[in-house]
């Protein structure tokens, strides 16, 4: 499985998205949200929006994304950072 994501969009919004997720893979020594949790977090907070109402409150698009890999995260991060252009080849 490659890369998926998901994507709130405000109306009239022309913010910059706000990103949230992880990879599948967890590496050693990693943080709380490591892997699949952080995808299953990222998920759920989206629905508690959604289910108390505060979906539409947003003024930023979001977007949930799942990696298949940490490599994919990196190459994500490089193309956020330094506005290049990067082809993310899919697993």
């Known amino acids: ?3 998926i994501h998901g994507r709130f969009e405000p109306s009239n919004s022309t913010d910059k998205a ?3 997720g992880s990879h599948m893979d967890t590496v050693i020594d990693a943080g709380m ?3 699949a949790l952080g995808i299953i977090c990222s998920i759920s907070a989206m629905k508690v ?3 108390t109402g505060k979906l539409q409150r947003l003024t930023r698009p979001v977007e949930v994304r ?3 890999s ?5 190459l994500l991060f490089f193309q956020l ?3 290049s252009v990067v082809t993310m ?3």
């Open 18 to 20: 706000l990103l949230i």
């Open 33 to 35: 949200y490591d892997g």
């Open 81 to 83: 950072k330094f506005n």
């Open 66 to 68: 799942k990696f298949s």
């Open 1 to 3: 499985m490659g890369n």
């Open 49 to 51: 929006l959604r289910v």
């Open 70 to 74: 940490v490599s994919r995260l990196i």
């Open 89 to 91: 080849l899919s697993a």
